[in-house]
């Protein structure tokens, strides 16, 4: 680099030194990063204290969605196509509990029992209620935030009977081929004990994405013996009311945020 100074020109060996001068003093006041490049030689200058300057705040990204996000809720009532699946007079509860096909089918649209007992001569019984509900009022774009399904007990439950929310993937025909056509996993539970009683069974964070905006959500009421798989040394059972039943029938409520 000396070299090169004494090959130059003074006047421009002397306008170099000063821009180097000018680059030190940017630099010792925060007006410069501490190294540059001139002339393809790299300088570092040490020993300058470099003043601290606030880093700027990356912008905020736009929201994708097109307008501000509006909370709505929808109420929606059982379809008539649904309806009670049930074993009965099973000698054996892994038998009865696992069973491809129902032996007997009810599509009462004023009532189903929810059940798992032990009868009398030692038979055991499982019964099931499949709900299937038109959602497709929900907007595809939408985000579930919360859902409930209100049941209401017919008549006084035998004994403290606890029902399970399970997804269910049943025959939109409902036969019953449907009656193992249920899931294992809970998305909620409830547990009656007075007569005519309503209570509201909340979905679970699963549970919530059962519910399809493109058709026909489909789930199922069990009895907890069914899903834990606890052989019933009693009769328990609920008669909840269906879509018929202006006063008590089933409803599920969904509330979901979308773009207005």
């Known amino acids: 680099m000396c070299a090169f100074l004494k090959r130059t020109a003074p006047g421009f060996a002397a306008g170099f030194i000063a821009g180097v001068l000018l680059t030190y003093f940017a ?94 001569p030692r038979e055991y019984l499982i019964q099931r209620v499949f709900l299937f509900f038109d959602t497709s009022q929900i907007p595809d774009d939408a985000l579930i935030q919360s859902a409930s399904l209100r049941l209401c007990s017919i008549g006084q439950p035998i004994g403290t009977p606890t029902v399970h929310l399970v997804q269910s993937t049943a025959s939109d025909s409902f036969s019953l081929e449907d009656f193992d056509r249920v899931g294992s996993e809970s998305g909620g539970s409830i547990t009656f004990s007075l007569p005519n009683q309503c209570l509201d069974l909340a979905f679970g964070p699963t549970a919530l994405q059962w519910i399809t905006s493109s058709g026909v959500t489909k789930i199922a009421i069990v009895h907890d013996f069914d899903v834990t798989n606890t052989v019933p040394v009693v009769q328990n059972l609920v008669v909840i009311a269906l879509p018929d039943d202006p006063e008590y029938r089933a409803r599920l409520d969904v509330t979901f945020y979308v773009d207005r």
């Open 27 to 120: 630099m010792c006041h925060g007006l410069g990063p501490n190294a540059f490049t001139l002339l393809g030689f790299q300088f570092r200058l040490p020993g300058c204290r470099i003043s601290q300057t606030s880093t700027p705040t990356p912008p905020v990204p736009t929201p994708t969605g097109t307008g501000t996000p509006s909370l709505s809720r929808r109420s929606f009532y059982p379809l008539p196509t649904g309806g009670e699946l049930l074993n009965l007079g099973c000698l054996d509860w892994t038998l009865c509990r696992t069973a491809r096909d129902a032996n007997s089918r009810r599509t009462s649209l004023i009532s189903g029992t929810v059940g798992a007992s032990l009868n009398t």
